[in-house]
């Protein structure tokens, strides 16, 4: 069997919504370059809805693959939808991650939530 | 698709040759080479021709080589063995910092039975401290082990001058035995027992182009060792077990193979990694070397260049997906998600250590493999830069971040520095 799954290979291999929003509504961002893994996740938010999602992530395939999972998970969702999202159903939505790499790699929704905290203090919600 | 192998520290591929020669031994002659009818005579004198082949790569008397099943069995044994035997001298162990797993972890289970183990540190090529070495020396020290040459970063031993500091300065006029890990060295540079003086060595069958499932252990005449599985009269009591004729035969032929060309090997492989070398160091910025410069010593075949702002897991992943398989050092490839003990031992930057990539270079790669890879390494590169945050911070300000505003690390990560 192979280390990662087939989602994790694809979204891997070719990342959604990479990139960044110059004039994004909030950024957040976690990690540490120290173990590899670090993601910037940017937010535009119309209607109280996510309308535009970019990410930029260094780590390794694990944490590459869950950062484009997490945009593609946020996009058109209202900010309370977003909150709910939790690290482990990105897990399960990538069809499961090696367990070494569940608590390392899987940061990317506290990552997403970090950004939706940063548009939340900006428009003093 | 093409499949490029440069991660012959893991494993080499057969050589055609060995194949054949252990063939017969499966199905043909099968006999015990206990058993003296004839065709257990057959294996007896194949099983005494490897071993005469198999020392004859490394200048030994063929009375002076224990066959074993791995590179770990033959450091296990060498490690646990000649402790056992010299341990009423005293209880004190030397390793380098950057030994094999089964060197490490021999000497943390003898430390649980009551010996003691001094890490000698390596300075930032991986060149074990000589000066350090001599002071750690004591009256009760009776084992020095260190690596002939290291897989990860290439670094060359000088064993020969190791062995003479341990020698000359051994407590109390009471013998230390200096044990070797040659498993890297053999095959690819020139090792001579008898010159450098150590009392055992390891070497393997799957470094040298020959079968998983048989290596050896050097051990000096002189020397005294405690078998460490208990059973029948094979390999001189030393080592009990049916001998795997097939693949002893097989590591002979490799050894005969290994020897006879090992200075033209070893300049095309040189010429090869020169040429990814310069290929690399001329199309990727922020690139750096791990280990020896490549005119001192370093093993022929090895790379090991941090490339920063990219994660070394994610680069080889991306190079496997073009058929190109290679090696990493960073924590996010190892199973325990630290960077690998021999980085962390010369003091690589952990943030740069993260980049790191491994070839390992053989005798079957060719001129079109490394201008395959050095056509698509660059691209893979540029396209993790490209979504490195790192990267685009360093592009915006010149600054380079060394860690992210970043949650409470230490939840999700097990990490100590």
Not at chain 1, 94 to 101: T, W
């Amino acid at each position: 069997m192979a280390f990662y799954s087939k989602e994790v290979m694809d979204h891997f291999v070719n990342p959604r919504n990479v990139g960044e929003i110059k004039d994004a509504d909030g950024i957040g961002e976690v990690g540490n370059p120290v173990c590899g893994d670090m993601m910037t996740f940017y937010i535009k938010v119309s209607d109280n809805k996510i309308e535009s999602v970019k990410f930029k992530t260094f780590g390794c395939g694990a944490a590459i693959a869950v950062s484009s999972m997490v945009s593609e998970m946020a996009f058109g969702k209202t900010i309370e939808e977003v909150m709910v999202l939790a690290n482990a159903d990105v897990a399960k939505a990538l069809g499961g991650l090696p367990p070494n790499k569940m608590h390392c790699s899987n940061l990317g929704v506290d990552a997403l939530h970090k950004a939706v905290a940063n548009y939340k203090s900006k428009k003093k919600l | 698709m093409k499949q490029i192998y440069l991660d012959n520290q893991s494993n080499t591929k057969l050589d055609e040759r060995v194949f054949n020669s252990m063939k017969p031994f499966f199905t043909e002659y099968y006999g015990n080479p206990q058993s003296i009818y004839s065709l257990g005579s057959v294996s007896k004198d194949a099983l005494e021709s490897a071993r005469c082949k198999v020392a004859g790569l490394i200048n030994a008397d063929v009375r002076e080589i224990i066959f074993t099943s791995c590179g770990t069995e033959s450091n296990n044994l060498a490690i646990k063995g000649i402790a056992d035997a010299l341990k009423t001298n005293g209880r004190h162990i030397i390793v380098s910092s950057i030994e094999h797993f089964s060197i490490l972890n021999s000497v943390r289970r003898l430390e649980k039975d009551g010996f003691e183990v001094s890490f000698v540190p390596v300075d930032n090529k991986g060149n074990v401290n000589e000066l350090k070495l001599k002071e750690m020396l004591r009256k009760d020290t009776v084992l020095v082990s260190v690596q002939y040459a290291n897989p990860e970063i290439g670094t060359i031993q000088n064993i020969k001058r190791l062995v003479s500091i341990v020698k000359q300065n051994q407590g109390n006029g009471n013998f230390v035995a200096f044990h070797t890990d040659a498993v890297s060295a053999c095959g690819e540079i020139l090792v001579d027992v008898k010159d450098l003086g150590v009392d055992s060595l390891t070497f393997s069958a799957s470094a040298v182009h020959g079968p998983v499932g048989a290596a050896a252990l050097y051990i000096k005449k002189s020397l005294k060792i405690n078998p460490q599985m208990d059973g029948g009269v094979q390999e001189n009591s030393k080592r009990s077990g049916t001998e795997n004729i097939p693949a002893i035969v097989g590591f002979g032929k490799a050894c005969e193979i290994a020897k006879e060309g090992i200075v033209d090997r070893s300049k095309f492989v040189r010429k090869l990694r020169n040429r990814l070398v310069s290929g690399l160091l001329n199309k990727i910025e922020y690139i750096y070397l791990n280990g020896p410069q490549f005119q001192e010593n370093r093993l022929p075949g090895n790379i090991n260049f941090s490339i920063e702002f990219v994660e070394g897991e994610a680069l080889f992943l991306l190079l496997d997906a073009k058929g190109i398989m290679v090696a990493s050092g960073s924590a996010c490839a190892n199973k325990d998600l630290k960077l690998s003990h021999v980085l962390r031992a010369i003091n690589v930057d952990i943030a740069i250590g993260q980049g790191s990539i491994i070839f390992t270079l053989s005798k079957f790669n060719t001129e079109k493999e490394i201008e395959y890879v050095l056509k698509e390494l660059p691209n893979i590169v540029k396209q993790l830069r490209d979504m490195s945050p790192l990267y685009s911070h360093f592009a915006k300000t010149g600054e380079k971040k060394v860690a992210g505003s970043g949650t409470n690390f230490g939840e999700h990560c097990h990490f100590d520095v």
